[in-house]
């Protein structure tokens, strides 16, 4: 069973700044995509960011140039670096882990507990 330790959060300002972290199982990250994803009150669950085994990056078009994300092979894990936060940026984030699976190019999914993002006006 791969955990998911998420950290980060909290409350700021519109224009602000907030960093999350999430760091997960050192012996499947070489084969592990990386994902933030967030859920608004009322909406579905989307992505905002991901970046493969490989450090490709992804970003949903509503945070791109504000975000970023990066991951640390050695610690095994990844942050979003969130930047000119927004109000309507106000979600429940949740890290994935996307596993691809020995011997197959079948991916599991792992997801962290969230973390609450609240910005104001």
């Known amino acids: 069973q791969v955990q998911l330790a998420e950290s980060g959060g909290g409350l700021v300002p519109a224009g602000g700044s907030l960093k999350l972290s999430c760091v997960t199982s050192g012996s499947i990250f070489s084969r592990t995509s990386m994902g933030w994803f967030r859920q608004a009150q009322g909406k579905q669950r989307e992505l905002v960011a991901l970046i493969t085994a490989g450090g490709t990056a992804r970003y949903a078009d509503s945070v791109k140039g504000r975000f970023t994300i990066s991951r640390d092979n050695i610690k095994s894990s990844a942050t979003l670096q969130m930047n000119s936060l927004k109000p309507e940026d106000t979600a429940v984030y949740f890290c994935?882990?996307?596993?691809?699976?020995?011997?197959?190019?079948?991916?599991?999914?792992?997801w962290g507990q969230g973390t609450q993002v609240t910005v104001s006006s």
């Open positions: 994935n882990a996307a596993v691809l699976e020995r011997g197959s190019s079948n991916y599991v999914d792992y």
